[in-house]
């Protein structure tokens, strides 16, 4: 089963991270969320954190995780957060399993199909060759040409790790995400549906959620919502936590 970090007693609420996040990203928002009434679970996706590595890679495989999650922990009525590939998940989950989900929140995705555009990123994490023992600092040196942007390069150094004493590594799984890179973009299939609330919250920067694609997110979610948070761009929830918080506790109570 996959790792989670579980606080607070209440509503089971869900938080599922983006393509090479985990659930430590979400950890400040877990008290947060814990503190207004909810049993936070924070989960790390199959490939990510602290889960288990698996040749199969794609949106049915883990929305199947979730399924399997929300058994195991007897999990009803719940609601759901997701980031960019963690909004894919929840939103296969909430449209194939929507008798589960109460309240579904999608932050800076959509439905659509998206071209591959982590060729840099990529390219950077492959370029540390682990075998030579690099130190943090060297790591992030490494990463700096690929990956100039300062938070972007932060955000994937968290995923650093010793494996033993002078080995560091990263938790991700990179050679199942080099080989199936093509399924972070996939679309939603075109017959899902789910018709209970759904927020989509996007970054007033980002690109992710145009005017134009409000369309088809209604064909898929009628009873969406959509909030924008001025001056933030894709990981609009690290770039202004206050205000993601706000919107998204105002919805889901």
């Not at 883990?62 to 719940?78: E, R, V």
């Not at 929140?105 to 071209?115: E, L, Q, S």
């Not at 700096?144 to 799984?173: C, H, S």
């Not at 919502?225 to 001056?231: K, R, V």
Request: aromatic fraction near 14%.
């Amino acid at each position: 089963m996959v790792y989670s970090r579980i606080e607070g007693e209440g509503k089971p609420l869900i938080i599922i991270h983006g393509f090479l996040g985990m659930s430590d990203n979400w950890k400040s928002f877990g008290s947060l969320y814990a503190a207004e009434g909810f049993q936070v679970h924070m989960l790390d996706l199959r490939n990510h954190g602290k889960s288990f590595h698996s040749e199969d890679f794609n949106y049915t495989v883990m929305a199947n995780d979730l399924l399997g999650y929300c058994q195991h922990y007897d999990l009803k009525d719940i609601s759901i957060i997701g980031h960019s590939m963690g909004g894919k998940v929840a939103m296969l989950f909430a449209t194939t399993y929507p008798e589960l989900v109460e309240k579904l929140i999608v932050a800076d995705i959509g439905p659509k199909y998206y071209a591959p555009h982590h060729d840099d990123i990529l390219a950077g994490l492959n370029a540390v060759d682990f075998s030579t023992k690099p130190d943090r600092a060297t790591v992030e040196e490494i990463l700096y040409p690929f990956i100039p942007d300062f938070g972007t390069r932060q955000f994937l150094m968290k995923n650093l790790y010793w494996v033993e004493p002078g080995q560091l590594a990263f938790r991700f799984n990179l050679p199942v995400f080099n080989a199936k890179i093509e399924t972070i973009g996939e679309a939603l299939p075109a017959e899902n549906h789910f018709d209970k609330p759904t927020m989509f919250i996007r970054g007033g920067n980002s690109r992710y959620i145009l005017d134009t694609d409000l369309p088809e997110i209604k064909k898929h979610f009628p009873n969406f919502e959509l909030a924008t948070i001025p001056n933030v761009g894709h990981w609009l929830h690290a770039e202004n936590p206050k205000v993601f918080f706000v919107e998204t506790i105002q919805f889901l109570k």
